[in-house]
């Protein structure tokens, strides 16, 4: 199940590249349209794209790095070290990058953490 995650993670990473230029590029476009201060308009553009595809790279790979550390140490039976990376990401998935200190967790996120923990024990 975790594994899913993390492949289903490595092609939301892609997608948001992939499909995110081709958005800005066409936004870009649709304001230029009325030819007044282009300049300025897409060089907004510029700023927005990389602001918006970096957060959303810097957030998809730092909740990808923390799932396969999850799951390595899951998978090593190093529970303390697995519950401190479960908890960084479900906290992540649910608040996002504030959510990585783990302290937005619900008890939902911790009964998940324990599922794991005791489906990796046997």
């Known amino acids: 199940m975790l594994e899913n995650k ?6 939301t990473i892609r997608c ?3 499909l ?3 958005f800005w590029i066409i ?8 030819g007044e201060d282009v300049g300025s308009k897409v060089i907004g553009c510029i700023i927005a794209a990389i602001l918006s595809i ?10 990808y790095q923390t799932l396969e ?25 649910r608040s996002g990058l504030k959510g ?6 619900t008890m939902y996120d911790e009964q ?10 046997e």
């Open 6 to 11: 993390l492949s289903a993670l490595k092609w």
């Open 16 to 18: 948001s590249v992939i």
């Open 20 to 22: 995110g230029i081709p």
């Open 27 to 34: 936004l870009a476009i649709y304001i230029c349209a009325d």
């Open 54 to 63: 970096g957060y959303l790279v810097v957030r998809y790979m730092t909740e």
């Open 69 to 93: 550390n999850y799951i390595i140490s899951l998978q090593n039976k190093n529970f303390q070290q697995a519950l401190t990376y479960g908890r960084s990401y479900y906290g992540i998935r």
């Open 100 to 105: 990585a200190a783990g302290t937005y967790n």
């Open 112 to 121: 998940a953490i324990n599922n794991d923990i005791n489906a990796y024990k």
